[in-house]
């Protein structure tokens, strides 16, 4: 069974950086595309990136582009998040997620089967 375990959040002032990390264990590293959601407080939950380290590819919401960069360590098992010029509307729990589906064609929480457990960002002066 995939397990993911995720960390790395905290507190940052707007314009800060963080970079979070996703450990994925229990599976051939390759086999999935790793997705980061982010679910504020009333808000539906969303994806934020994603990589499919095998297939060489990424993608970003709209709202992230240029600030937020995905990558992957396949010897460590583990895909990261940096998140700079970080905004006040950035402010929530980050989950990573694993899919069995490809070129990260998964937007949907429902498609994706394993979850880590969420680190909390705030952003906030």
């Known amino acids: 069974e995939v397990q993911l375990q995720a960390s790395g959040g905290g507190l940052v002032q707007p314009g800060g950086s963080l970079r979070l990390s996703c450990v994925v264990s229990g599976s051939t590293f390759d086999d999935y595309s790793i997705g980061w959601f982010r679910q504020a407080p009333g808000k539906e939950r969303e994806r934020v990136s994603c990589?499919?380290?095998?297939?060489?590819?990424?993608d970003y919401v709209d709202s992230v582009k240029g600030r937020f960069t995905i990558s992957s360590d396949s010897a460590k098992n583990t895909v990261y998040l940096q998140m700079n010029s970080l905004k006040p509307e950035d402010t929530a729990a980050y989950y990573c997620a694993a899919t069995v589906l490809s070129f990260c064609t998964g937007y949907g929480p429902e498609e994706y089967d394993y979850w880590g457990q969420g680190t909390q960002v705030t952003v906030s002066s």
């Open positions: 990589i499919d380290s095998g297939r060489d590819s990424t």
